[in-house]
T-cell receptor, first 115, second 112 residues
Framework: AQSVTQLDSQVPVFEEAPVELRCNYS??????LFWYVQYPNQGLQLLLK??????LVESINGFEAEFNKSQTSFHLRKPSVHISDTAEYFC?????????????FGQGTTLQVKP | DGGITQSPKYLFRKEGQNVTLSCEQN?????MYWYRQDPGQGLRLIYY???????QKGDIAEGYSVSREKKESFPLTVTSAQKNPTAFYLC???????????FGSGTRLTVV
């Protein structure tokens, strides 16, 4: 079984400052890892994912996340945030050996970008 | 363009009534999922289906029912047995083995 812990429920930050949203997971098998973003009253959108290969994955809008197997972490970072990045961010994990495709989600982190 | 359509966007239910939330996808995905979202609790899995005419309970299936008669459709019925149905409901689909979901835009259900 897998579990996901997002260590911060809310992260306030000023515009153009760097940000890190923390995610730790627990699993007895190898995993796929995901970050999703949710804007108010909308569904979730895939931001980036780690399936295999390079441990550093990037999104098209400047976010990146690094898979750290020894620390069982997949923290999301952005060097300079914009007001439009204000949203809720979810980390999720799926076991490689799972034949159900189920994703286990963290509790979410609300990123509040202030002008 | 392919995607997932959830309807309606907002739904109001009187206590004791059953309501059905629609979820349709044209992505040719095999697997479909229903999640419930409450503030501060993340997403909790209600039901999921990997193939037509088959589905499994998730973590909070009590008071809900589903059907999967067509690959494209996975409706969720919130029954009167669900004691606290007010929530945001999200439908998702995925290709087998891909691991990532495509989500619908959600249905907000309120009991009045």
């Amino acid at each position: 079984a897998q579990s996901v812990t997002q260590l911060d429920s809310q992260v306030p930050v000023f515009e153009e400052a760097p940000v890190e949203l923390r995610c730790n997971y627990s699993s007895s098998v190898s995993v796929y890892l995901f970050w999703y973003v949710q804007y108010p009253n909308q569904g979730l959108q895939l931001l980036l994912k780690y399936l295999s290969g390079s441990t550093l994955v990037e999104s098209i809008n400047g976010f990146e996340a690094e898979f750290n197997k020894s620390q069982t972490s997949f923290h999301l970072r952005k060097p300079s945030v914009h007001i439009s990045d204000t949203a809720e961010y979810f980390c999720a994990v799926s076991g490689l050996s799972s034949n159900t495709g189920k994703l286990i989600f963290g509790q979410g982190t609300t990123l509040q970008v202030k002008p | 363009d392919g995607g997932i359509t959830q309807s309606p966007k907002y739904l109001f239910r009187k206590e004791g009534q059953n309501v059905t939330l629609s979820c349709e996808q044209n992505l040719n995905h095999d697997a479909m999922y229903w999640y419930r979202q409450d503030p501060g609790q993340g997403l909790r899995l209600i039901y999921y289906s990997q193939i037509v005419n088959d589905f499994q309970k998730g973590d909070i299936a009590e008071g809900y029912s589903v059907s999967r008669e067509k690959k494209e459709s996975f409706p969720l019925t919130v029954t009167s047995a669900q004691k606290n149905p007010t929530a945001f409901y999200l439908c998702a689909s995925s290709r087998q083995g891909d691991g990532g979901y495509t989500f619908g835009s959600g249905t907000r259900l309120t009991v009045v």
